[in-house]
């Protein structure tokens, strides 16, 4: 997928009367996909759960109820008309806050490691193709081998090498090892941009290779380096709740979508409440990520057609 490069010798009216008109067709065409509305309203609802937890939750989701639990030891199932109304866990903590609190957890990990993804993604992509072929062999031989290594292994040896986890630690483990796939896209494309004749004048003319990275190949690879950051985030959100869900992921002390489910899963067969709504909301979320995803991957196909 390529974005065909803007003249860089219209006049600068033009130009921005010219974008102002494809931004306008590009909003149509997203509408008009019919997923991305979807998609982007499940984002905005994960979004603004993670803004408002502390407002819109309607309990501390640490909180441990007295009356959250039956006399038997059983969780409250959901209760419609009642204080919890997706019901309690196993300790007598209320479901619904955990989720809403959760959705802050993975919005914090799935955007911060995917803007670390994508900064380091762009930033030897485009290295590697305004290089010389022998720094570009390197940087993809070794890309290349980061992405043929296991990856929750890796990210396991690394949680045992700083021996704790925090909600940061596994934003910085996810954002140093999520770039492979990005570096070799963002490669790609700016292999074939800067063979296009007016990048060629620009090198002729005594350009740097800032500029050249910058000016010229840069803005026409951010396109889709939107799509793939879409479909990073929602790999980093399933990745934090993998972690979560293996125990080595954000504290536990913190509710997180992936923990909960770990939970639910021990009391599936006499709570199963506990394991399925966290379940729906972290479907909810990726879902939605991906829907963006493939209506920008359309509108931008429709564009370059």
């Keep these: 997928m390529q974005v065909a490069p803007a003249s860089p010798d219209a006049p ?19 509408l008009a996909t019919g997923v991305g509305p979807a998609g982007a309203a499940a984002v905005l609802l994960t979004l603004l759960m993670a803004v408002l937890a502390p407002q819109i939750a309607p309990y501390n989701p640490l909180t441990q109820f007295q009356n959250g639990l039956h006399l038997n030891g059983v969780p409250f199932a959901p209760q419609w008309h009642g ?6 866990d196993d300790l007598g903590r209320d479901v619904l806050s955990r989720i809403i609190w959760g959705a802050r957890v993975s919005m914090e990990v799935g ?7 994508v900064g380091l993604g762009v930033l030897l992509g485009l290295f590697a193709a305004t290089s010389g072929p022998v720094v570009e062999n390197a940087v993809m031989r070794f890309t290349d081998m980061m992405m043929a290594f296991p ?24 954002g140093v090892l999520g770039w492979p796939a990005i570096v070799r896209m963002v490669r790609g494309q700016a292999v074939v941009i800067r063979e296009l004749d007016y990048v060629a004048s620009a090198r002729a003319s005594g350009a740097t290779r ?9 803005p026409n690879v951010l396109p889709t380096v939107l799509v793939y950051g879409s479909l990073t985030v929602s790999s980093n959100i399933m990745a934090e709740s993998g972690l979560s869900f293996l125990g080595v992921g954000v504290p536990v ?17 006499t709570a199963p409440w506990i394991l399925i709504f966290p379940g729906i909301a972290l479907a909810i979320a990726c879902i939605g990520f991906n829907l963006v995803a493939e209506a920008l991957a359309d509108v931008l196909n429709r564009s370059v057609g």
């Excluded at 955007?111 to 993804?117: P, Y």
């Excluded at 045992?160 to 934003?171: D, E, L, M, N, P």
């Excluded at 800032?210 to 840069?218: D, G, I, N, P, T």
């Design 12 to 30: 600068l009216g033009t130009a921005a009367a010219s974008e102002t008109g494809r931004g306008g067709r590009a909003w149509r065409r997203f």
């Design 83 to 88: 204080p919890f109304i997706l019901g309690t």
């Design 111 to 117: 955007i911060g490691a995917t803007a670390i993804n």
């Design 151 to 174: 990856f929750y292994l890796f990210v396991l040896l690394l949680v045992a090498v700083v021996g704790h986890t925090s909600t940061w630690t596994v934003i910085l483990v996810l």
């Design 210 to 218: 800032a500029r050249l990275m910058l000016r010229h190949v840069l």
């Design 253 to 269: 002390t913190q509710p997180s979508w992936g923990g909960m489910v770990a939970e639910g899963l021990v009391n599936f067969q």
